[in-house]
């Protein structure tokens, strides 16, 4: 049982411009193990790489302890020390080209605190917008974190599940090289995954995380190179965290207003699950 308290709705807005530039989407194709050649500037950014400009510049002076940076938007103190990726939406309203500069709209929407069996914890909802001075907005972003207490010992993570046997399943294992690139493209510090002391002994996790965004990328991913499919709009659910070398599968099953897409673990476990329109 839990007890949850009124939504504290936070509305100052951070203003920030964000250049799309072609050296940084030719480092997103490199850490992808894309070719580089198949972008240029005037070309549309891929839907899904928008993560990049979306990343974090906060000093490291105001750094929470674990790391994490706020995406551009100070999080409230709220003595919670503990952070994950509950999930996140995106719709895409039109199409953002290399080489543009854009202006970024970011705040932290909304705080939810609630009371439950293993102690406090808030849902706190960081929201984000980008507009082109061409088109207009083009995207809009939320992202949805959960905040709780320490945590004493190892963490319990449920049991797996048999791997569907006919299933289109596509393997990939992030291993630390590809978490350290995507940290370092969004400029993400999160402890949990570069530091492996910090994530078990601090954290409870058996390993490094990988970032849920990297999660949700090779997910989209999966879906624009295998299936020559892009989207317009998409919703992610993150059920339990992936880690670092450990073999991830990708399934992807279409349906009549877009895609299902999931992530299950090395013990088949659910761990993301995208609705993507398209």
């Not at 709220?78 to 080489?99: A, F, K, Q």
């Not at 006919?166 to 940290?183: G, K």
């Not at 996790?205 to 190179?225: I, K, Q, S, W, Y």
């Not at 989207?231 to 965290?241: G, N, R, T």
């Amino acid at each position: 049982m839990s007890r949850q308290e009124p939504d504290e709705v936070l509305t100052t807005k951070v203003l920030k411009q964000e250049c799309c530039a072609l050296s940084t989407i030719r480092r997103v194709a490199a850490m992808l193990d894309l070719s580089q050649d198949l972008y240029r500037e005037g070309d549309a950014l891929p839907r899904g790489w928008q993560f990049v400009l979306l990343g974090a510049d906060t000093p490291r002076g105001l750094l929470r302890r674990d790391g994490f940076p706020g995406l551009g938007v100070p999080l409230p103190d709220l003595g919670l020390p503990r952070l994950l990726l509950g999930g996140r939406t995106v719709e895409y309203l039109g199409d953002i080209m290399i080489g543009e500069t854009l202006e970024r709209e970011s705040w932290v929407d909304k705080v939810s605190r609630k009371e439950t069996t293993n102690g406090p914890m808030a849902v706190v909802t960081i929201a984000h917008n980008l507009t082109s001075g061409k088109s207009g907005r083009v995207l809009s972003e939320t992202q949805t974190y959960l905040m709780m207490g320490a945590q004493a010992g190892a963490r319990k993570i449920s049991k797996g599940a048999p791997l569907p046997a006919d299933a289109d399943l596509t393997e990939v294992a992030p291993d630390d090289m590809l978490l350290f690139q995507y940290s370092a493209l969004g400029f993400n510090s999160h402890r949990i995954h570069w530091d492996r002391g910090f994530a078990r002994e601090t954290e409870g996790f058996p390993d490094l995380v990988v970032n849920g965004g990297l999660a949700t990328l090779l997910l989209t991913e999966h879906l624009r190179m295998k299936h020559n499919t892009s989207f317009s709009k998409y919703s992610a659910k993150h059920m339990s965290p992936l880690f670092a070398s450990r073999p991830m599968y990708l399934l992807a099953t279409a349906k009549d207003t877009g895609w299902t897409l999931r992530a299950l673990d090395d013990e088949g476990r659910l761990a993301l699950e995208i609705e993507a329109e398209t």
